[in-house]
């Protein structure tokens, strides 16, 4: 898997989650269908977009290539994620180590859209 993968990847997950955590916290407050609160429907670009960075996910993660992705290859995903991105091998991921990731991404030619 090359660098600019990874970091689709990771940005796709991050975008899948927050959608979730936005229509999850509509639908809580009970604003789903307010003009304040996003409405998302399966037709909608957020959604779209998401679900094609999801598949593109998937096929990443998919480790055994079985067209799901099992807890145990997920975590496995995020774990060589982690240690690649935690370049002093600390334990943690820190702003610099972040920066620098997203630098490099960008000197090789995958700079974001």
């Known amino acids: 898997m090359t660098q600019g993968q990874t970091w689709i990847a990771i940005v796709a997950a991050a975008g899948i989650f927050a959608v979730g955590a936005a ?3 509509s639908i809580t407050s009970g604003q ?3 003009a304040s609160a996003p409405s ?3 037709q909608s670009q957020p959604v779209a977009a998401g ?3 999801a598949k593109k996910l998937l096929v990443l993660m ?3 290539k079985s067209g799901t992705v099992s807890k145990k290859e997920f975590m496995a995903f995020m774990e060589a994620e982690f240690d ?3 370049t ?3 334990g943690v991921l820190d702003v610099k180590e972040l920066e620098q990731s997203q630098l490099e991404q960008t000197h090789r030619g995958g700079g974001h859209r």
Do not use: I
Request: avoid cysteine; proline fraction near 5%.
């Open 23 to 25: 229509v999850r916290t």
């Open 32 to 34: 789903a269908g307010t």
């Open 40 to 42: 998302f429907t399966p």
């Open 51 to 53: 679900e094609l960075e």
């Open 62 to 64: 998919d480790s055994d």
């Open 84 to 86: 690649r991105l935690d």
């Open 88 to 90: 002093n091998k600390d």
